[in-house]
């Protein structure tokens, strides 16, 4: 998961740019907003990704681009161009230090594709969840292959924007009535889980018993 800061611009109301955090959060990320117009101040680090849609031929997307390169060299920047932007103001968006350049109206996959590809560089201590292979990463290159009731806890986990998931909430996504839900089973699978990453890695699964709620991850976790 990359934590994923959206500076809107004059033209925020657009619908493709609504379904953006959405489709974003959906995949993982942690998503914020904040118009164009309050600045460029990310804070202590706590922003992995900027998206700014906020026009390139005004200057203003360029001008944001080269503060926030200069407040953070290791933050990605993603600039969103409108239709009538020209070639030569998109190149000059790049040269003031965007990672992309993405046109407008938006292909929501194509632009998930560019946060992905810059989260791998800018979250290198992230654990990876390979949605499509079913495998669980560690920074460390470890690997574990994980069946489709551990796939839905994980990424519960992975789309909790502290990696914590309820008892409740898993037995929703398991397809279960939480008043039935049997949590004996749930404590079983998630100390099976345990058991087979320490088999496998001689170390342990950052997966902590929440008391008296459910389990959180405790290291930043993506989905691919």
């Known amino acids: 998961m990359a934590r994923v800061l959206l500076i809107d611009g004059a033209h925020h109301g657009d619908e493709p740019d609504r379904a953006l ?6 995949r ?7 118009p164009a117009a309050t600045g460029a101040a990310l804070g202590n680090g706590n922003v992995d990704i900027v ?24 933050v990605g ?8 932007d020209s070639t030569h103001s998109r190149i ?6 965007a990672d992309f350049c993405e046109s407008k109206p938006l292909k929501l996959d194509v632009l998930c594709a560019y946060i992905d590809a810059i989260a791998r560089r800018v979250t290198p201590d992230a654990w990876r969840l ?10 460390r290159h470890d690997t574990l292959g994980i069946n489709d009731k551990e796939m839905t806890l994980l990424k519960l986990l992975a789309g909790s924007s502290r990696h914590v998931a ?3 909430t898993i037995a929703h996504a398991f ?3 939480w008043l039935a839900f049997d949590e004996r089973v749930l404590e079983k699978m998630v100390s099976r889980l345990r058991r087979k990453w320490r088999d496998c890695t001689t170390s342990d699964l950052p997966l902590k018993t929440v008391h008296g709620k459910g389990y959180c991850f405790t290291e930043r976790i993506t989905m691919c």
């Not at 920047?77 to 009538?84: N, P, Q, S």
């Not at 000059?92 to 230090?97: E, H, P, Q, S």
């Not at 390979?130 to 669980?136: C, E, K, S």
């Open 166 to 168: 309820d008892r409740s």
């Open 92 to 97: 000059k968006g790049l040269v003031a230090g």
């Open 21 to 26: 955090p959405l489709y974003l959060e959906q």
């Open 130 to 139: 390979d949605t499509t292979a079913r495998i669980l990463h560690a920074p």
């Open 28 to 34: 993982g990320h942690a998503v914020s907003r904040r």
């Open 175 to 177: 397809g279960t009535d």
């Open 77 to 84: 920047i993603v600039l969103l161009a409108d239709e009538h």
């Open 51 to 74: 998206i700014i849609d906020a026009g390139l031929d005004d200057g203003g997307g360029q001008a944001l681009t080269e503060s926030i390169r200069r407040a953070d060299p290791r």
